[in-house]
């Protein structure tokens, strides 16, 4: 770490050796094993330059990676609750580059005005693919050599209401918001010589599979006190929205399965009644929304599933 005045500079450098091995003996894959291996060099660097007493701009450079997990390499069949995914003992890791530039500033305590522009270079990202099956299978495939995303984000936390009696009062509200552009070459010689899923690529470019264009998070926040401080409570209303994301990549003149858009409602609420005593309420998905997954095929939208998670309501004492 070095101070230049006002500069602050991190830099650092990591070392990995990554063997991740997995054995097998299944109806689907018969008797097999397969094993990654990885050496990896990771340096990162973080500027941080302090404009004045409450301004700051950061600058973050680095080099990460990210491996399968368990479930994506494994020849097994694995059954969620509306799907059915198999492992793909050829995927392996991808490999990262990520920079972001962010300008913030703390108008007051517990407020906060930041505006962040980031990018991600991938290469050999993994992506869900829709494989060929007479079920519609899923798994996980390294789809292409490259892709990248580009975007912002805003965030703003505003305190509207401080008393300053001995019993504090508190509201606050906040919101963060996020535009997120993604991009990916479909490589179908690629995947075909790598694995042996043979799939053949509906688009020749994709978005990432998971990633929303749009992230939206809003709360509004009251904290109360009273009892000479020694009881108080919190509640909070938060909302988040998500916009349409790819759930899996269409192949062979199929569309890609979209997750179609859907917000959420909770209210959190908790509670210090003594000492010793608090309580705590949290209704979270109040509004229940449906949310439908699309088929997005060239003569236009299929349905493929519509449900509801259902409110979930908690009480505890602790």
Do not use: C
């Amino acid at each position: 770490e070095y101070k230049f005045d006002k500069l602050t500079a991190l830099v650092g450098l990591r070392g990995e050796q990554i063997s991740q091995k997995v054995n097998w003996y299944t109806q689907l894959g018969g008797i097999g094993n397969d094993k990654l291996e990885k050496t990896a060099f990771l340096p990162s660097v973080v500027l941080k330059y302090e404009l004045n007493d409450k301004q700051n701009l950061r600058l973050g450079a680095s080099k990460t990676y990210t491996l399968p997990q368990f479930k994506e390499r494994a020849l097994f069949v694995y059954e969620e609750v509306l799907q059915v995914k198999v492992g793909n003992p050829f995927l392996y890791e991808s490999d990262d580059y990520n920079l972001d530039l962010k300008w913030e500033m703390f108008p007051k305590n517990d407020e906060l005005i930041s505006v962040t522009a980031f990018g991600k270079y991938i290469l050999n990202p993994m992506n869900e693919v829709t494989i060929s099956s007479s079920s519609n299978d899923i798994s996980f495939i390294n789809t292409g050599n490259y892709g990248y995303v580009a975007g912002g984000e805003i965030e703003y936390r505003k305190q509207l209401f401080n008393s300053d009696t001995e019993n504090s009062k508190k509201l606050s509200a906040g919101i963060n918001a996020s535009y997120l552009y993604s991009h990916q070459e479909l490589n179908t010689e690629k995947v075909n010589s790598e694995t042996t899923y043979q799939v053949d690529f509906t688009n020749k470019t994709s978005k990432f599979t998971g990633a929303s264009d749009l992230l939206l998070n809003a709360d509004l926040t009251f904290f109360n006190e009273w009892n000479e401080k020694n009881s108080n409570l919190n509640t909070t209303l938060a909302y988040s929205y998500f916009s349409d994301r790819v759930n899996a990549i269409g192949t062979n003149g199929k569309g890609d399965l979209v997750d179609k858009a859907f917000g959420s409602l909770d209210f959190i609420a908790k509670s210090k009644l003594t000492e010793k005593l608090g309580l705590g309420l949290v209704v979270k998905n109040i509004l229940d929304p449906s949310i439908n997954r699309v088929q997005e095929n060239a003569t236009g939208d299929v349905n493929v599933l519509s449900y509801k998670k259902g409110m979930t309501l908690s009480l505890s004492l602790n």
